[in-house]
């Protein structure tokens, strides 16, 4: 079993900078597919990042490129998403998700939503 959990949300003013953690612990996979996604009150679960650790690889939505970035550090089973340049719109609650058996070729933001284990999630609060 997969277990996931999401810490580092906070309340920061716009314009500052977040750095969000998940780690993945149960069975000793050597390689999984992971991802954020965040959902704000009244709207849908949107797909920020997905990293394969495998391979690093990774894949963004477009429309948060750029000022968010995700990695991972392979050792600590930890996947981060630093988020800059944060606006009230990226208020939200941001969920990690994870699975050992995600085939590397479909590790994107676009189906991410099937993984496998999620996490309970972060809240983000972002003032003006």
């Known amino acids: 079993q997969v277990r996931v959990v999401e810490s580092g949300g906070d309340s920061v003013q716009a314009g500052g900078s977040l750095r969000l953690s998940c780690v993945v612990s149960?069975?000793?996979?050597?390689?999984?597919?992971m991802a954020w996604f965040r959902q704000a009150p009244g709207k849908e679960r949107e797909g920020i990042a997905a990293?394969?650790?495998?391979?690093?690889?990774?894949d963004y939505a477009a429309s948060l490129k750029g000022r968010f970035t995700v990695s991972q550090d392979k050792g600590k089973k930890t996947l981060y998403l630093q988020m800059s340049s944060l606006k009230p719109e990226d208020s939200a609650m941001y969920f990690c998700?994870?699975?050992?058996?995600?085939?590397?070729?479909?590790?994107?933001?676009?189906?991410?939503?099937?993984?496998?284990?999620w996490g309970q999630g972060t809240q983000v609060t972002v003032s003006e």
């Open positions: 998700a994870a699975d050992p058996l995600w085939p590397s070729h479909r590790c994107r933001v676009n189906g991410a939503e099937r993984l496998g284990s």
């Open positions: 149960g069975y000793n996979y050597p390689k999984y597919c």
């Open positions: 990293l394969y650790t495998g391979t690093d690889t990774t």
